[in-house]
């Protein structure tokens, strides 16, 4: 077979990818196989995937049962339109069942092809709503300083990383950042209670607005990139904040969903409804595309209003039906294996592993996260949280360094982050804590 380094430079010739880096991209890999929780590259060489893909993979690779129910449907019906008049059965049970699965008082989706996709379609949603109320002046989006929620052009500007818009300002108006909870670097305002300073940020963000402009807060209940994870009563004030000044509140559960979290949806681990949810990633387990926005009650009746405008908002791919099929399946594994709870468990090693082996390391600065996703922070002092000069490179060294160990991540800038599927063993955690321990023990020469 032709290696690694000559596919990847016609790849680089026929192909624009994702987050496009010719350097990065031909110093990668073009991955020819899965098998659970390993990839495998043209050159025959074999790494753990310590990020589920992109936190997605979260079943393994080679569920036969999930490709069994993509042949099977593909086989019975490929594809028939889901414009309103018109629906599929594997997409209506998929309906059914996560009515069953997600918080109590959502009964009602819509689906996508992914997480972009329903962030632009939960943004829709929450406008649809308020100008079917009669209050057309509440549009605005407000999301969090480093959040992420995609990258088609209402999912950038509600993403909240500046990197993202560079190349593609102006940014559409009506999107507002606040203040990431980050409870490592979020500075609490002199005699704030620290549980709740970060959320009050959303209500001077509502006030400084106007009320009476502001739709959405849309949030990752632990952001993914940086697995920022909120203090004890931020979402209960969310929730309050969001309840007084009449603004609905998504949360954005495209990697915390399906089990990551060690709760099958994150929200639970507050105790706390949203309006809207959406999800993608491990509804499939990567296997296909599909994403989608949870309705509640509330938001859903405003559709069956009578005189109600159209919804006039569509994916041709909507409700897919292998994707839904493939979906249906996963969720049996999901289900049937007790993955939530594994995922809790498996979460607790790897928390303990990485504290363990790097807590005390004065270039790290911190470990956070939540069951399944986890982030290591390095920093030139500790004592400041001063960061490295990014030309140093360190969190790609690092992510090198574990690489030549087997072992592949993604990070940004100096934070690594960790996501393994949920069926991973307990010795595949132990190798991703000893590979991220070498790898900055090496760099770092501590
Ligand atoms: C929380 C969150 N929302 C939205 C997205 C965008 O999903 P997609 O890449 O499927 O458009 C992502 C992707 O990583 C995500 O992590």
Same mark, same amino acid.
């Not at 949280?385 to 940004?412: S, W």
């Given at each position: 077979?032709?290696?690694? !380094?000559?596919?990847?430079?016609?790849?680089? /010739?026929?192909?624009?990818?994702?987050?496009?880096?010719?350097?990065?991209?031909? =110093?990668?890999? %073009?991955?020819?196989?899965?098998?659970?929780?390993? $990839?495998?590259?043209?050159?025959?060489?074999?790494?753990?995937?310590?990020?589920?893909?992109?936190?997605?993979?979260?079943?393994?690779?080679?569920?036969?049962?999930?490709?069994?129910?993509?042949?099977?449907?593909?086989?019975?019906?490929?594809? !028939?339109?889901?414009?309103?008049?018109?629906?599929?059965?594997?997409?209506?049970?998929?309906?059914?069942?996560?009515?069953?699965?997600?918080?109590?008082?959502?009964?009602? &989706?819509?689906?996508?092809?992914?997480?972009?996709?329903?962030?632009?379609?939960?943004?829709?949603?929450?406008?649809?709503?308020?100008?079917?109320?009669?209050?057309?002046?509440?549009?605005?989006?407000?999301?969090?300083?480093?959040?992420?929620?995609?990258?088609?052009?209402?999912?950038?500007?509600?993403?909240?990383?500046?990197?993202?818009? +560079?190349?593609?300002?102006?940014?559409?108006?009506?999107?507002?950042?606040?203040?990431?909870?980050?409870?490592?670097?979020?500075? %609490?305002?002199?005699?704030?209670?620290?549980?709740?300073?970060?959320?009050?940020?959303?209500?001077? +963000?509502?006030?400084?607005?106007?009320?009476?402009? %502001? =739709?959405?807060?849309?949030?990752?209940?632990?952001?993914?990139?940086?697995?920022?994870?909120?203090?004890?009563?931020?979402?209960?004030?969310?929730?309050?904040?969001?309840?007084?000044?009449?603004?609905?509140?998504?949360?954005?559960?495209?990697?915390?969903? &399906?089990?990551?979290?060690?709760?099958?949806? !994150?929200?639970?681990?507050?105790?706390?409804?949203?309006?809207?949810?959406?999800?993608?990633?491990?509804?499939?387990?990567?296997?296909?595309?599909?994403?989608?926005?949870?309705?509640?009650?509330?938001?859903?009746?405003?559709?069956?209003?009578?005189?109600?405008?159209?919804?006039?908002?569509?994916?041709?791919?909507?409700?897919?039906?292998?994707?839904?099929?493939?979906?249906?399946?996963?969720?049996?594994?999901?289900?049937?294996?007790? $993955?939530?709870?594994?995922?809790?468990?498996?979460?607790?090693?790897?928390? /303990?592993?990485?504290?363990?082996? $790097?807590?005390?390391?004065?270039?790290?600065?911190?470990?956070?996260?939540?069951?399944?996703?986890?982030?290591?922070?390095?920093?030139?002092?500790?004592?400041?949280?001063?960061? &490295?000069?990014?030309?140093?490179?360190?969190?790609?060294?690092?992510?090198?360094?574990?690489?030549?160990?087997?072992?592949?991540?993604?990070?940004?800038?100096?934070?690594?982050? &960790?996501?393994?599927?949920?069926?991973?063993?307990?010795?595949?955690?132990?190798?991703?804590?000893?590979?991220?321990?070498?790898?900055?023990? =090496?760099?770092?020469?501590?």
């Amino acid at each position: 077979m032709t290696s690694n !380094a000559e596919l990847l430079q016609r790849d680089h /010739k026929a192909l624009v990818h994702s987050l496009h880096n010719p350097a990065a991209h031909l =110093a990668g890999n %073009v991955w020819v196989r899965g098998e659970g929780c390993d $990839l495998i590259d043209a050159d025959g060489k074999r790494y753990i995937d310590a990020m589920s893909g992109l936190w997605n993979v979260t079943l393994g690779h080679g569920r036969r049962e999930l490709a069994d129910a993509a042949a099977r449907q593909m086989g019975e019906l490929a594809y !028939a339109s889901g414009y309103s008049g018109n629906s599929n059965l594997r997409a209506l049970e998929l309906g059914e069942r996560l009515a069953e699965l997600v918080y109590p008082n959502i009964h009602r &989706f819509f689906f996508t092809c992914g997480g972009g996709e329903s962030t632009d379609s939960t943004i829709k949603f929450a406008r649809y709503y308020f100008k079917a109320i009669g209050k057309p002046g509440k549009f605005k989006t407000i999301s969090l300083t480093g959040g992420y929620h995609g990258a088609t052009l209402a999912a950038m500007c509600a993403t909240g990383m500046p990197a993202y818009w +560079a190349a593609f300002e102006p940014r559409m108006p009506g999107f507002v950042h606040i203040p990431n909870h980050d409870r490592y670097r979020y500075v %609490v305002p002199p005699g704030a209670d620290p549980d709740t300073a970060a959320a009050d940020e959303l209500e001077r +963000a509502i006030l400084a607005e106007g009320a009476d402009t %502001v =739709a959405l807060f849309i949030i990752e209940p632990v952001c993914g990139a940086g697995s920022y994870v909120p203090p004890k009563g931020y979402f209960k004030r969310v929730r309050e904040i969001c309840d007084k000044y009449d603004v609905l509140l998504a949360a954005d559960e495209v990697i915390t969903g &399906f089990g990551r979290t060690g709760k099958r949806f !994150a929200l639970d681990h507050w105790g706390v409804l949203p309006d809207l949810m959406q999800f993608a990633k491990g509804i499939t387990s990567g296997y296909v595309p599909l994403g989608g926005v949870g309705l509640s009650d509330k938001v859903a009746a405003v559709l069956e209003r009578p005189g109600a405008e159209p919804w006039m908002h569509a994916h041709t791919y909507s409700g897919h039906p292998v994707s839904c099929a493939v979906a249906l399946a996963a969720i049996d594994v999901l289900e049937r294996e007790g $993955l939530v709870a594994r995922a809790a468990a498996l979460g607790e090693r790897l928390h /303990k592993g990485l504290r363990e082996q $790097l807590g005390s390391h004065p270039n790290v600065g911190d470990i956070r996260g939540l069951g399944l996703m986890a982030t290591v922070e390095l920093v030139e002092d500790r004592a400041t949280k001063k960061n &490295f000069d990014v030309a140093r490179k360190i969190g790609p060294q690092v992510l090198a360094a574990m690489r030549e160990r087997g072992v592949i991540t993604r990070g940004r800038g100096d934070h690594l982050y &960790f996501g393994p599927p949920l069926v991973s063993s307990e010795a595949v955690v132990d190798r991703i804590v000893s590979a991220v321990a070498e790898g900055v023990h =090496a760099v770092l020469q501590r």
